[in-house]
Every structure is written in C-alpha cells, then in structure tokens.
C-alpha cells in the first residue's frame, strides 16, 4: 500500500494542501532587511525577567528595521497554561509599552492576517502539513507503548549506546504500510515520528546571530511530532508556524539550541527557508555563595515582571537596565547622548552576550534612581498617582486630595543641575516624604532623631523662640539663614560655623545643631531635603503643631 494511501488513514479530515496555506499566507511585502519575530510563551500568565528581555530585544529589532513584531500563544502542553494566561502576559508586556503587531490580544481574540496565532486552534494546519509528510515518506506512526520505549533504553543504556528512537532501535519505522493501516483501523493509539534522514556522523552548522556559527551533529532521531491526542509538539508546531507566519528571525532562549538539527531538518524536509536563530542567553544572577545561577521564579522574587510594577519602578528605568544588559555598547552610547532615548539606539546582536547575562537588581535601582532623579515634578506626580492607585489607595488619596501641594514637595530640589537623588521607585516616595501630610503625620509611630540636644525643654526653648520671632514665611533663602543664625546666637550658640570649629568649647553648640533641632520637630528626621523648602511648603498652623507633638 502507498504513503498516500496510509496518510489518508490516518488524517480523514483534512481536505487543505500545504499550497492552500502558502496561498492564504503569502510572503510578507517588506524590506528584505525587515526583521518578522515573535514572542512565543506558554499561556502561563507570568512573564520571567528573561523573557521580558527577550520580547524586548525582538520588539526593538522589529521596529527598528520596520518590520514585525506578533505574540504567539504556545499552548500545547496543558500542563503549562493557566486560566486567563494570555491577558496576563499581555498585560505585564503592556506597563512596558511592549505591543504587537499582530497575534493574540486576548484568551479569544487577536489581530493579524498570518492567524490564528493560538496554536491549539492550528490543529487542521498541522494535520495537513503532517500528512504530507507521510505522503512523502518523511514520517511514520509509531505504536510502541510506553514499557517498549522504556525497553529500548534500557538496553540502550546497558550497551552504552546512544539513548534515544533512531535507527535499528526504531521499531516502527520498519512497519509494512499494510501493518500500519490495519492497526490504525483497529483503532491502536499512535504517535506520529519523523523518518530522519540525518546522519549522527555528520554535522550542521548553525549560523547563530548572537553566537556565531555553532556545530551540532545532524539529527538522527526519529522524534514524536504529533502525539496520540493528535495535538503537535513545539518542535513541529513551531517551523509549522515560523513558516506561515513568515518569521525571519527566530528570538528564543539557548535552550532550544541543541534540538535546532532537528527544527532545521525539519525546515528542509519541507523545503522551506530556514530562517536567522538568535538563541539568547540566560538572565542569571550571583549568589550569596559567588556562584552564578539562573534567576528563577521559585527563589527571586525580581524574576517575575510583576515586581516592577508592585516597587513602581518606571517602566522606562526597566528598559535602559535592560538594554543595558542586552548591548554591552549601551551604556557608553547613553552616557555620549544624554538628550537621547532607547529608540535613537541601534541594537546590535553581534553586542549580546553569549554567555548570559548578569542580573543584578541594585544596578537596575541605581539606574532608576537616576532617571526618576531627571523627571520633572510632575511626572513624578503622575506615575506615584498610577502606582498608588492600585499599590497604596489611601495614599492616592491624599496626593490626589492635595495634587499641587504633592507636585510641590516632589520639586524640591529638583528640575535644577543637580537634582536631589531620593527616589529610586514610587513606592520609595511616602517612606521619604509622609510627615509632609498632616494626615500622615499623626498616625505613623514617630520615632525623632534628635542628636546633639535632645533635651526636650531646650528643644521647645530652641522652636518657639524661632518660629515666634525668627521665622517669616517670605523671607528669601540669604534672609532666613541670617535669621536663623541671629536665632542661633541669641540662644547662646555659635551663628559662624568657622568661630564655632575654631573654638567649640566657647559656645553650647552651633548654626548646625539649631537647625537640626526644627528640622526633626517638623519632620522626626536628621536628614531631610532642604529645610527652607519644607518649611515654606508646611502652613504656620502646622509648623506650630508640630512642637506640642514631640
Ligand atoms: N514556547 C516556547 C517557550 O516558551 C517558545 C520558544 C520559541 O520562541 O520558539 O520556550
């Protein structure tokens, strides 16, 4: 009996040709330079650090040679795919302005002219390119059970032989058609494998962009390419897909690396172009011990993309660490043009580094604390009003209450040359700045850092001479610090720094320590941004308040 008979046995229902969807999805109308990728998860809802890198790294590519950038859903293992896993990947890419092209923009929806972009609604695709392939005599069912397989390698392993289906160790490869058709018919459960037609001997060059050209045996391996449940594994689902969709470049992780022979076998049985691999290499991270690991889910919690947002970190300080990592050249190219964004930056996969990268979460607060340090007051106003919506209601509703005031304490020392570094995400802003806010102000456990006087009769001795006599809310900065000296003399201390270093034992303190005391009456804190600000933003009601408090 003919392949062609024994395809038609196994796939009844499919009536489409591998030509009717060549037709339906014709070759892209782009620059040959254009990149086409994709963003390909399991419907997981959780989008890992090293994934966000990589959609980050496809998103940019495709933009910056005009080309495509669609999400693929990869949902062929069950045990990999969580209710509502599409929306939650889509949005955990949106607080990064990461949005496709074309693909899935839903558990039931998408936009594009290459879908459906959810493999489990490809079924039909995958049956018609799987019967042409038994048609061809590059496929086979295999019926073997679970206890054959497990025979095969056990004797593999006992004669230290290559583990594995392949060769004389294929069973069903040399089944008779005639074999193979009754017992279909007699309704045996099967697998569809691939015929390889590689040689263990001989090798395959993979040109990987990011790593170069890499040698691999040829696949030799007659792999599972259906199961018996008739859904596909990732290894046929996806050159089934990359070819329909047109994907130039394929961005994935280097695990995939070692089964490329196979997916490139694959390719050419079909006679289709293989297309550009870019495996990425790991986001990793260094360990109390000095060793180097993969950054997980299970252990970091700044693995999981969700942390951002729950920190508010902006989502453009993300981006520059992440490109940071990505490009070794782009930390240099922003430091040249700092009047620039990540979209004047050209990427570069020759600039990836092929061992991995390091993540390192300091660096990325670092790189946060410098862009929130440049933002204007404003800006800052909207993204702690974002964040505290979801993250701290109570505190979005008193900076929303007090929206000018708010936008007010935020400018201190900002918008200026060197701007104050005191954010490095949104969260960190109420811990620095609460005793700003009355409401606040009454309710947290207050705990001053009185230092040098910490005699409370001194302290309201030292506040009510200078909020009484000493402090008028227009002075401009030369006038209050002069009143604050004159204050300070009065008192008994030294208003000159340089008469007090000279001789401090003539006086009971200085200039320093008079400020002090009010700075942590108004505000239980040592260190605080500008005295003169704060005390210009709070209300005379509220300064005056603040001492009985103490
Ligand atoms: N679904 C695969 C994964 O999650 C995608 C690999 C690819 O991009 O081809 O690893």
Known sequence: MTNKELAEVMYPNVTKTIEDYEKMYPKRDLDPKAVVTRFAPSPTGFVHMGSLCSTFVGYKVAKQTGGVYYLRIEDTDQKRSVENGIAGIINDLKQFNIEF?????????????????????????????????????????????????????????????????????????????????????????????????????????????????????????DHVLIKSDGIPVYH???????????????????????????????????????????????????????????????????????????????????KLYLMTIANSNFEGWMDQNKDKTIDDFTFDFKKMSASGSLFDIEKLYNISKNYMANMKAVDVYAG?????????????????????????????????????????????????IWYMYDELFAKMEKNYEFQKITDKEEIRKIFNLYIEKYYHKDDDKETW??????????????????????????????????????????????????????????????????????
């Open 481 to 550: 610090f002069n009143n604050l000296k004159a204050c300070t003399e009065e008192l008994g201390y030294a208003g000159d720094m340089k008469a007090y270093k000279e001789n401090p034992d003539n006086y009971k303190g200085s200039v320093a320590d008079i400020s002090q005391v009010i700075r942590v009456v108004l505000t239980t804190k040592c260190t605080t941004p500008d005295l003169y600000e704060i005390l210009k933003l709070l209300s005379d009601e509220q300064i005056k308040a603040r001492i009985e408090l103490i």
């Open 236 to 318: 046929f689902a996806h050159v089934v897909d990359d070819h329909l969709m047109r994907t130039t470049h394929i961005l994935r992780g280097e695990e995939w690396m070692p089964s490329t022979p196979l997916h490139i076998e694959l390719f050419q049985k079909f006679g289709f172009e293989v297309p550009n691999y870019c495996h990425l290499g790991l986001v990793m991270k260094i360990d109390e011990d000095g060793s180097r690991r993969k950054l997980s889910k299970r252990k970091d919690p700044e693995a999981a993309v969700s942390y951002y947002a729950e920190k508010g970190i902006p989502s453009e300080a993300v």
């Open 101 to 221: 092209d074309e693909g899935a923009t839903g558990e039931d929806s998408e936009v594009g002219n290459y879908g459906p972009y959810i493999q489990t609604k490809r079924i039909e695709i995958y049956q018609t390119f799987a019967k042409w392939l038994v048609e061809h005599d590059y496929a086979y069912p295999c019926f073997c059970k679970p206890e054959e397989l497990e025979a095969i390698r056990t004797h593999q392993e006992h004669y230290k032989e290559r583990i594995g289906y392949y060769g004389r160790h294929a069973k069903c490869r040399y089944l008779s058609n005639e074999e193979r058709i009754e017992r279909i018919k007699n309704g045996e459960p099967f697998v569809l494998r691939l015929k390889s037609t590689g040689d263990f001997e001989k090798k395959v060059v993979i040109n990987d962009l990011v790593r170069g050209k890499v040698e691999y045996p040829e696949n030799d391996i």
């Open 384 to 432: 702690l009003k974002n964040w505290a919506e979801t993250y701290d209601p109570e505190f979005w509703q008193l900076i929303t209450k007090y929206q000018d005031y708010t936008i007010a304490i935020l400018n201190i020392e900002r918008e200026q040359k060197k701007p104050r570094k005191d954010f490095d995400c949104y969260s960190s802003i109420k811990p620095t």
